[in-house]
């Protein structure tokens, strides 16, 4: 049964009242997902007797086949909600292309996410997730939480299998940089008078006090810098002995891309960890890749420490 279609059939009858009632389901389809009789009743102004009559008119059995029916159409609606997601993230912005990744690739976590979460793990800001919602139809992050919540949860199996894709990206990494890319990184942190860490913040941060930690065991004097103040202070200190080093996940902000300009104007080289897609991969002195595939990035960094401190360690001290 197509109730969609038996309700726009009913919304033109001469019936104000059942046809009011038509109209207020379609005008409110997706609301209706978990609504009772009474509920459904009281909302649209009618007695439940006028429902238990639009129900048979319709061609129900009873009224509970008229809500399945109803409850029904209105879940078919949020999964066409998610293929609008999907349809739609194309046109959309680079900031919004994330939350739109976010959110389909966890629809269970962004349904039920503050938006300061959903922000988070987009890796975006709350506007952004408020400007996301609006163009996709919602009225704010409720309503687009409802909506996702309302969609049910379908799960599609990896075209590769995790530890396949990890050695896939992990091996393309290692060929993308050639082995005297490695040696001179590690030749030019060894002798730097000082060696200044910046890099990704918010989730990722972990990952940067895990290159912090590692360079700094191997003896190296470095300095890993997240207030920004203190950054802007210490870049216009930096000498050609020193180095700066810039992990770089997933983008470059504003902040890092001052810190490429002072380093050039003081002809302080530039270390950069970061995918090929990014601009500064081509800005750096030295390049030292991570894998495209986003989802393998965080072993890609623990994969670049290692080679960094097999070379260092094989290097005797300056």
Same mark, same amino acid.
């Given at each position: 049964?197509?109730?969609?279609?038996?309700?726009?059939?009913?919304?033109?009858?001469?019936?104000?009242?059942?046809?009011?009632?038509?109209?207020?389901?379609?005008?409110?389809?997706?609301?209706?997902?978990?609504?009772?009789?009474?509920?459904?009743?009281?909302?649209?102004?009618?007695?439940?007797?006028?429902?238990?009559?639009?129900?048979?008119?319709?061609?129900?059995?009873?009224?509970?086949?008229?809500?399945?029916?109803?409850?029904?159409?209105?879940?078919?609606?949020?999964?066409?909600?998610?293929?609008?997601?999907?349809?739609?993230?194309?046109?959309?912005?680079?900031?919004?292309?994330?939350?739109?990744?976010?959110?389909?690739?966890?629809?269970?976590?962004?349904?039920?996410?503050?938006?300061?979460?959903?922000?988070?793990?987009?890796?975006?800001?709350?506007?952004?997730?408020?400007?996301?919602?609006?163009?996709?139809?919602?009225?704010?992050?409720?309503?687009?939480?409802?909506?996702?919540?309302?969609?049910?949860?379908?799960?599609?199996?990896?075209?590769?299998?995790?530890?396949?894709?990890?050695?896939?990206?992990?091996?393309?990494?290692?060929?993308?940089?050639?082995?005297?890319?490695?040696?001179?990184?590690?030749?030019?942190?060894?002798?730097?008078?000082?060696?200044? =860490?910046?890099? /990704? +913040?918010?989730?990722?941060?972990? #990952?940067?006090?895990? !290159?912090?930690?590692?360079?700094? %065991?191997? $003896?190296?004097?470095?300095?890993?810098?997240?207030?920004?103040?203190?950054?802007?202070?210490?870049?216009?200190?930096?000498?050609?002995?020193?180095?700066?080093?810039?992990?770089?996940?997933?983008?470059?902000?504003?902040?890092?891309?001052?810190?490429?300009?002072?380093?050039?104007?003081?002809?302080?080289?530039?270390?950069?960890?970061?995918?090929?897609? =990014?601009?500064? /991969? +081509?800005?750096?002195?030295?390049? #030292?890749?991570?894998? !495209?595939?986003?989802?393998?990035? %965080?072993? $890609?960094?623990?994969?670049?420490?290692?080679?960094?401190?097999?070379?260092?360690?094989?290097?005797?001290?300056?």
């Amino acid at each position: 049964m197509d109730i969609v279609w038996q309700l726009r059939q009913q919304s033109e009858r001469a019936d104000a009242q059942e046809s009011r009632l038509a109209r207020f389901i379609l005008a409110n389809l997706d609301a209706n997902v978990q609504t009772t009789m009474e509920g459904l009743a009281a909302q649209a102004g009618v007695s439940q007797e006028v429902l238990r009559r639009f129900a048979a008119s319709a061609g129900c059995r009873d009224l509970d086949d008229f809500l399945h029916q109803v409850r029904k159409a209105g879940q078919q609606q949020d999964v066409a909600f998610i293929d609008v997601i999907r349809q739609r993230q194309a046109s959309l912005s680079q900031q919004e292309k994330r939350v739109a990744e976010a959110i389909l690739s966890d629809t269970t976590f962004a349904a039920s996410a503050t938006i300061e979460q959903l922000a988070g793990r987009a890796e975006v800001s709350a506007a952004t997730i408020t400007r996301f919602a609006r163009s996709m139809g919602c009225e704010d992050i409720r309503d687009l939480r409802m909506r996702l919540a309302r969609a049910p949860q379908v799960r599609h199996p990896p075209a590769i299998a995790p530890l396949e894709a990890i050695s896939q990206a992990l091996t393309q990494q290692f060929a993308l940089a050639e082995r005297a890319t490695w040696t001179r990184a590690a030749e030019t942190l060894r002798k730097a008078r000082s060696v200044l =860490l910046i890099g /990704a +913040s918010g989730p990722q941060t972990p #990952l940067v006090a895990e !290159v912090h930690q590692r360079l700094h %065991r191997l $003896g190296l004097a470095i300095a890993w810098i997240q207030d920004d103040n203190l950054l802007s202070m210490t870049l216009s200190r930096l000498q050609p002995d020193d180095v700066l080093f810039i992990l770089a996940p997933d983008v470059v902000n504003s902040h890092v891309l001052s810190a490429v300009h002072h380093a050039t104007i003081q002809k302080t080289p530039v270390i950069a960890l970061c995918p090929s897609t =990014l601009d500064l /991969a +081509s800005q750096a002195d030295i390049w #030292l890749p991570l894998p !495209v595939a986003k989802n393998t990035r %965080r072993y $890609g960094i623990l994969f670049a420490l290692d080679q960094l401190e097999t070379t260092l360690l094989g290097q005797p001290n300056p």
